[in-house]
């Protein structure tokens, strides 16, 4: 697995409260006490990383594989989909371009989630606090085949989170029709796991 930077080794050693294992998002934090532009898009992202974790929780080999139609992503391919999509989210606060995506072949499917919700968590955090001033300075960087183009914050809320979301909620339908469906007791609402 590739290093992750050292304030994602720093999140991954801070659970989310009443987390059962080292991965973030089994539950959502508590909200911040203020409407910053910054803590608002921040828990955007903490609204995907919840769902995605639950989307993906307890996934079997039928899941992954799993596709409605011949033309249609499987379970894992939306999984990757998503993937790609996480990096693109946590480049912007980075301050990083995006380049072509990496060859996932090599990477399992435990390897995506943890990474995905680690990117999620990482994006979170360093949108956390952000001023409305900060956030207009945030640049969607990408080069791909030579060709560099940049555009302003809000292509990243309408293109890959936005997108993101999305996707997650296939994953949830593609689940349910291979025959494994979410576990019932997610509350999206509250962001947090009913007993």
Same mark, same amino acid.
């Given at each position: ?49 919840? !769902? ?20 249609? !992503? ?43 919700? %680690? %990117?999620?968590?990482?994006? #979170? ?10 956030? =207009?300075?945030? !640049?969607?960087?990408? #080069? ?30 593609? %689940? ?5 469906? =979410? ?13």
């Amino acid at each position: 697995m590739r290093k992750l930077p050292l304030l994602l080794c720093l999140l991954a050693t801070l659970p989310c409260r009443g987390q059962t294992d080292s991965l973030p998002y089994a539950e959502i934090a508590d909200y911040p006490a203020d409407y910053s532009a910054g803590n608002v898009l921040a828990r955007m992202i903490d609204a995907l990383g919840f !769902r995605y974790y639950w989307a993906t929780e307890g996934l079997k080999e039928q899941d992954l594989a799993y596709r409605p139609s011949e033309d249609a !992503r499987s379970g894992y391919e939306t999984i990757e989909h998503v993937y790609g999509l996480s990096e693109m989210i946590r480049s912007v606060p980075r301050g990083d371009t995006m380049v072509r995506p990496e060859d996932l072949e090599a990477i399992s499917f435990a390897e995506l989630r943890e990474e995905t919700l %680690r %990117r999620l968590a990482e994006s #979170s955090a360093l949108y956390r606090g952000m001023s409305s001033e900060a956030l =207009a300075d945030q !640049r969607v960087m990408f #080069s791909y085949d030579g060709t560099y183009s940049e555009h302003p914050l809000w292509n990243l809320i309408n293109g890959p989170l936005a997108d993101a979301i999305y996707h997650t909620g296939q994953l949830v339908t593609l %689940r349910r029709s291979s025959g494994n469906p =979410a576990d019932s007791r997610v509350n999206h609402f509250l962001g947090k796991l009913q007993q």
